[in-house]
């Protein structure tokens, strides 16, 4: 579909630019001034290899969208038309991503298009879960509910996102610092004492024989090291990419030393609240399970949903995968089974979500307690390492002197 380039102004003499879909030139004008815009300007828009915007993942960050969710579920609330409503938030939204994403979906709605089919053409920007529940709410005509529901899930899911978060960051910044220390010493430190060790003839420890190797293989060799780095990562990204690989990793996040309990229960709490939201939806649970296999940031869990899709396409239960898999606590599997035999498989779902949630947030709080000091002393004692290598000796010199 061509592409204009339009420059308009509204009856409060506001300025709007942007890009829009549209049959033709005459087809544009019209749709623009439905939005009593005076247009001044309008041309076939040709994006140049520059101008062309290339993403990564979604390019709308999660914040956007959970202000989004929640104000569109708020305005219609109000009684806002879904397609005044969606004007008004490409007008307000800080995403320039989302906003020319929703002035396309504006603009397909005053043709005559459902709010799903409109989104579901920007599926970059709108994720999988929030095309499905919407395509229900309209066809239940439930659209409130459903708009209620999907900004309390993408609420939930960034702040639970967030707190594992802020258990990584930590670590993270600690092993940088580690690494940019060790070199520091390795290239300025180490070097000015080689020369002393070399002068006075002296024997010297092992792991300070080991030190000094190391600090002139990276003076004199720093190309093999840097190579070495680059295929070091050069083979993960390959080994995380393939399937086999990729699976491996997911089973490692959840099966490591203290983070995998917090990964864990953060893809349970996610696959539960997410299954909750699409079965309360009326989101067929067929359905519901593909789109949360391909949602779940966890191949383990997703190969055991897929089995769990499997046995119901064969009248089976749903929790019985579930149940056989090491992954799935017996409190998941049990609240499943009630929610299965009761018919209340969403509020079981949501209930699951609920306990994890609170759980992974408490999780958090310890482990923050608990890794500071001893990141501290890890870094401490690799530092303390090289300084007691070089010291050790020349302590060891001067008291032969004396």
Not at 96 to 115: D, E, H, I, Q, R
Not at 138 to 162: C, N, P, Q, S, V
Not at 262 to 291: C, D, E, F, G, H
Not at 352 to 362: L, M, Q, R
Request: a positive charge; one cysteine or more.
């Amino acid at each position: 579909m061509p592409q204009y380039e339009y420059r308009c102004k509204d009856l409060q003499g506001i300025r709007h630019k942007g890009v829009l879909n549209s049959l033709d030139k005459t087809t544009a004008i019209s749709e623009l001034k439905k939005q009593k815009w005076i247009v001044y300007s309008l041309k076939e828009y040709n994006p140049t290899l520059w101008s062309k915007e290339i993403y990564i993942g979604n390019p709308v960050k999660n914040e956007h969208f959970i202000i989004f969710c929640r104000q569109l579920s708020a305005l219609t609330r109000a009684g806002v038309s879904i397609v005044e409503s969606v004007r008004v938030l490409a007008e307000q939204t800080e995403s320039k991503p989302l906003k020319k994403a929703l002035t396309s979906v504006s603009a397909s709605m005053l043709k005559g298009n459902s709010f799903s089919h409109s989104v579901s053409e920007f599926k970059h920007i709108f994720p999988s879960i929030f095309i499905n529940m919407v395509r229900v709410g309209e066809e239940a005509g439930i659209m409130e509910d459903t708009l209620d529901r999907l900004a309390i899930y993408f609420e939930k899911a960034y702040y639970t996102k967030e707190k594992v978060k802020s258990a990584t960051v930590y670590p993270m910044f600690v092993g940088v610092i580690s690494v940019i220390i060790i070199i520091c010493l390795m290239n300025f430190v180490v070097p000015k004492f080689v020369n002393i060790f070399e002068e006075l003839g002296t024997d010297l420890p092992l792991i300070t024989e080991i030190i000094i190797s190391t600090s002139n293989s990276m003076q004199t060799q720093w190309y093999f090291w840097i190579l070495g780095v680059i295929l070091l990562l050069m083979v993960f990204l390959w080994f995380k990419r393939s399937q086999f690989g990729s699976y491996i990793l997911d089973v490692v996040k959840l099966k490591m030393p203290v983070f995998g309990r917090l990964n864990q229960k953060k893809v349970i709490a996610q696959m539960s609240r997410t299954l909750s939201s699409l079965y309360a939806s009326s989101v067929p649970v067929l359905q519901s399970l593909t789109i949360v296999e391909k949602v779940i940031d966890n191949k383990v869990i997703g190969r055991v949903l897929h089995e769990s899709r499997e046995s119901l396409r064969k009248g089976l239960s749903l929790s019985d995968p579930l149940k056989k898999s090491w992954v799935f606590p017996s409190l998941v599997t049990q609240m499943i089974t009630i929610g299965e035999e009761t018919g209340t498989l969403d509020e079981m779902l949501g209930k699951v979500a609920d306990f994890y949630e609170k759980d992974v947030e408490n999780l958090v709080d310890r482990l923050k307690s608990l890794l500071e000091p001893l990141l501290i002393l890890m870094l401490t004692g690799l530092v303390g390492t090289i300084i007691a290598a070089i010291l050790i000796p020349m302590l060891s010199i001067y008291s032969n002197l004396g």
